[in-house]
């Protein structure tokens, strides 16, 4: 039997489980791990505001994995392809869709259908953040937040409302899942002595050989 999208969630366990929307949790300290289950093939669903095209299957961690580290999986919005990795998920209950009429050309469909999704997300109220996590969001996405605190994202390329509606959520979904990322402090390469004498010996070597192709000095 079929499962619809929001029958479809990621645990934190890294196994995929048959649970309804509204018992989904947000995600902890502890990223997902996204596995294929058995016996099924397609695309998962993680709490019905994402596609992933692409599942990876890994093995559960041996030691804890940091709060920015995830499994990186395609997502797809719209004709676009995001990659996503899960750090955090953002709950369905707080989004809040308004549906208006498309701009632009078209014929009797544009004009009298509401296919325009505008997804709104409240960054400021939200109780499933913490404070690091909304301090980053609306400091990195602030041009997408008003002053109180909401963040605005719009589909308008699908003419159903409801394809506009997920692809809105996905594009939301990439755009925290980016701000959160946290690039790694990076490492000083430490060059080790024998290839500092190697590189040095080589300059002393060049450096004798471009001597003998000068012009010879006359004996007295």
Not at 81 to 91: A, F, Q
Not at 117 to 129: D, G, K, M, R, T
Not at 152 to 180: F, K, M, T, Y
Request: proline letters at 8%.
């Amino acid at each position: 039997m079929a499962r619809s999208d929001d029958e479809w969630s990621v645990t934190s366990a890294g196994k995929v489980t048959e649970v309804p929307a509204t018992a989904l949790v947000p995600v902890a300290l502890r990223p997902p791990v996204l596995q294929r289950p058995e016996g099924r093939t397609g695309a998962l669903i993680a709490c019905g505001l994402y596609r992933a095209l692409r599942a990876v299957t890994t093995p559960p961690p041996t030691r804890p994995l940091e709060p920015t580290s995830a499994v990186p999986h395609w997502a797809n919005s719209g004709g676009l392809r995001y990659v996503l990795t899960v750090r955090y998920i953002v709950p369905q209950a707080e989004l809040e869709f308004r549906a208006s009429r498309a701009g632009g050309p078209g014929g009797q469909h544009v004009n009298k259908a509401s296919t325009r999704i505008e997804a709104l997300w409240n960054v400021a109220q939200s109780p499933s953040l913490d404070e690091t996590r909304r301090e980053r969001i609306l400091e990195r996405l602030g041009g997408r937040i008003d002053t109180a605190g909401v963040m605005h994202v719009v589909a308008a390329e699908r003419r159903s409302q409801l394809r506009n509606r997920r692809a809105a959520a996905v594009r939301l979904q990439a755009l925290v899942d980016g701000a959160l990322h946290q690039a790694k402090a990076r490492r000083p390469t430490k060059v080790p002595r024998a290839v500092k004498e190697r590189r040095l010996v080589a300059k002393r070597r060049r450096g004798e050989a471009k001597k003998l192709r000068g012009r010879p000095r006359e004996e007295d």
